[in-house]
């Protein structure tokens, strides 16, 4: 299996925290770069950097966006993944420091050689600014892939999925950008699902990141349990990075796609334009997946991150 070299733009939270596990088995992963989203910044921050210390990785972190990119106060997720971020779970603090705090230089160096996919499985915040102060920026990376939207129903509203609807404005800048994009959106992550049998997997075994993994899933399937009546939970940001890694997994359809920002019942929705004869279909987007094997993939990078 390939090492493709990637930076992950993410805001720990559960399943960012797989998507971390998965980059660091199966990726080249240059850097970690965080964004207030399911959690406040000083807690993604936090996440990151005691994840990687967990599963004995020096990648370094740059500290990113703490709110959406019009300005406006955060919105986050803390009622689906506990109020740190990681389902209850408490890792142990990290000792490393940020490497910086400023993710938009660290995007423009790392990504300087024209070979390194960002993968941001967050709100778009950070890479909207990275846009906004050097347009030409896209045209150094080779594809950006992101967890975010949806071609059918949304997570948040009936419309919007949790990424784009924390900030529709830097969404709407990345996706009119022009930048070569894949999208795996709900309609996608939904049809890869873990529970309790993931859970016990990781439970047996005697790694510290299965045992926060399955923690962290524990909590995760309970809100599903109680709000879905399953105790299966989605494994959205892990898709985005796998994507990079295996994409014949992935089924996919060109599409076009635009940020709704303004509608009253439709703010943060993807309106993917799905017709035969649509105009200008620029965006990759993925539809299906091979889920067992992705789920496989998941739980085995959970269980040992440093293969």
């Not at 423009?108 to 390194?116: E, I, S, Y």
């Not at 703010?267 to 004869?277: I, K, P």
Request: with cysteine; charged share 15%.
């Amino acid at each position: 299996m390939s090492r493709p070299k990637i930076v992950l733009d993410c805001d720990p939270g559960v399943d960012d925290m797989f998507a971390l596990f998965c980059a660091l088995r199966y990726c080249d992963l240059l850097a970690v770069t965080s964004v207030a989203g399911n959690v406040g910044l000083d807690y993604t921050t936090e996440n990151a950097l005691a994840i990687l210390e967990l599963a004995g990785s020096d990648v370094p972190v740059h500290r990113g966006a703490a709110g959406p990119f019009n300005g406006t106060t955060a919105e986050d997720a803390r009622h689906v993944h506990g109020e740190t971020g990681l389902g209850g779970v408490s890792l142990p603090a990290a000792t490393a420091n940020i490497a910086s705090d400023d993710a938009t230089d660290a995007l423009f160096d790392l990504t300087a050689t024209g070979d390194v996919t960002v993968v941001a499985i967050g709100p778009l915040t950070n890479i909207a600014h990275a846009i906004e102060r050097d347009p030409t920026w896209i045209r150094r990376i080779p594809r950006l892939v992101i967890m975010g939207g949806s071609t059918s129903a949304g997570n948040v509203t009936s419309h919007a999925e949790f990424n784009i609807w924390a900030d529709p404005e830097a969404a709407a800048v990345v996706f009119d950008s022009g930048i070569s994009l894949t999208m795996a959106g709900l309609n996608l992550t939904r049809q890869v699902t873990m529970g309790q049998p993931e859970i016990d997997t990781m439970s047996a075994s005697s790694t510290p990141t299965a045992a926060a993994g399955a923690g962290a899933l524990d909590y995760y399937s309970d809100f599903s349990m109680a709000h879905y009546g399953v105790k299966q939970s989605a494994m959205h940001d892990p898709c985005a990075v796998l994507e990079v890694v295996r994409p014949e997994l992935f089924g996919r359809e060109a599409m076009s796609v635009n940020i709704e920002t303004a509608g009253v019942h439709t703010r943060g929705m993807t309106v993917c334009d799905q017709r035969a004869n649509a105009v200008a279909p620029d965006t990759d987007v993925l539809v299906d997946a091979a889920s067992s094997v992705v789920v496989e993939l998941i739980v085995q990078a959970a269980i040992d991150p440093a293969s």
